[in-house]
């Protein structure tokens, strides 16, 4: 059976990040997709000029929701030009064992989720959330950062620092709020980075490769129709002609207990007839093949 990888979920971000911005008066600009399934670049410095000295961020996902690798180095760079923040957003931490991480690219905030590296949605819905910034943001950021120390024994402690629990007093009017408790999932996040290392992070990466380039090629093999190229992550985008036949191959992989993917014209109504699949270090060939003779 080929079972869906625990680290990959679609988050509704474009809905969530609306909602926020419609309340606060700011008006979110969309950049097309390029051929390759990226931020069109063209189109991003097209916009920027448009609101020339009105853009507050620019904020991207590297990979993005296709699996695809953004240019994340021109995003940032074109969003600097033009005095505007630089936001990178990450759902698989596993990806950054083998290409570069947004800060050493110079974005000025980055976001993520790990749960992917110590459980899945299923359990119940905590997150760890992964959240940085440069330094000269450090005192805007919604939460308290914890510094090592030494007590006065000499002994390691960790303490809290420029934490003025402003949530206390500014109310709604602060950037931070009380939250639940959320240092399992902390923890465990932490565990699970400690045992693989830096080496074995990496190699995870590198097998999370190695099994995608494996199922492109083998979908190729039996003439199925994948559309994006060029660097990719975990996610393949297949053209399956039509909604209905897509939906009817989905259906009966289904049948037999298999995942076969999402459909595509959930999110993007011009990829009516595609679906997107994912392959992690979790599955075989022989799940693999499994798969693509559902969809052939």
């Not at 909602?19 to 670049?41: C, H, V, W, Y």
């Not at 695809?68 to 759902?91: F, K, W, Y």
């Not at 289904?254 to 007839?273: K, P």
């Amino acid at each position: 059976m080929y079972k869906p990888g625990a680290k990959r979920w679609v988050k509704l971000y474009r809905e969530v990040v609306r909602t926020f911005a419609q309340a606060a008066g700011i008006t979110i600009e969309e950049i097309p997709l390029d051929k390759n399934g990226r931020s069109d670049q063209a189109a991003l410095i097209a916009a920027l000029k448009g609101y020339e000295g009105k853009v507050a961020a620019v904020a991207f996902q590297t990979p993005n929701f296709f699996g695809q690798l953004e240019n994340g180095e021109e995003i940032v760079a074109a969003a600097h030009q033009n005095n505007a923040l630089a936001i990178a957003a990450n759902t698989e931490p596993v990806a950054f064992g083998a290409i570069k991480s947004p800060g050493t690219y110079g974005a000025d905030m980055c976001v993520g989720e790990g749960i992917g590296l110590c459980g899945a949605l299923h359990l119940g819905a905590p997150g760890v959330g992964l959240f940085a910034t440069s330094k000269q943001f450090v005192r805007q950021m919604p939460g308290r950062l914890a510094g090592q120390t030494v007590d006065s024994e000499g002994q390691r402690g960790f303490v809290l620092t420029l934490s003025t629990r402003e949530q206390h007093i500014r109310r709604e009017r602060a950037t931070s709020n009380i939250c639940t408790n959320h240092n399992l999932m902390a923890l465990a996040f932490s565990i699970a980075l400690s045992t693989y290392g830096k080496n074995g992070f990496i190699e995870l990466a590198e097998e999370n490769i190695r099994k995608t380039m494996l199922f492109r090629k083998k979908a190729l093999a039996k003439k199925l129709s994948l559309v994006f190229g060029g660097a990719h992550f975990n996610e393949t985008v297949i053209n399956l002609g039509d909604e209905k036949r897509a939906q009817g191959k989905l259906d009966g992989l289904a049948r037999q207990g298999i995942m076969g993917g999402c459909l595509l014209s959930r999110w993007y109504a011009e990829f009516a007839g595609h679906v997107m699949v994912s392959t992690t270090e979790l599955h075989s060939e022989t799940e693999m093949d499994e798969l693509i003779e559902g969809l052939i």
